[in-house]
C-alpha cells in the first residue's frame, strides 16, 4: 500500500507540481532570459512536457498589452 502511495505521489509531482512551478518560472523569466537561461527552459520543457501538456489550455504566455497615452 504505501508503494501505490508513493507511486501516486510522484505521479502528481511529475504532472501536476512541478509543472505548475516550471510555468511560474517561464512566466515570470521569458522575456529577460538570457541564452544559457532560454536553453534550461527548454529543457524543463523537454523534461516536463507530459505535465505541461496537461496544463497547457490553462495558460497564456502572451505579452500584456501595451498602454500608450494620447
Do not use: C, D, H
Not at 55 to 68: A, G, H, M, T
Amino acid at each position: 500500500m504505501i508503494v501505490a502511495l508513493l507511486y501516486l505521489i510522484l505521479a502528481g509531482a511529475y504532472l501536476l507540481v512541478l509543472p505548475v512551478a516550471v510555468m511560474f518560472y517561464m512566466k515570470l523569466r521569458w522575456y529577460a532570459a538570457t541564452s544559457i537561461e532560454r536553453a534550461f527552459m527548454y529543457f524543463l520543457v523537454f523534461f516536463f512536457f507530459p505535465g505541461l501538456l496537461v496544463l497547457s489550455p490553462f495558460v497564456n504566455l502572451r505579452p500584456q498589452p501595451r498602454k500608450i497615452e494620447a
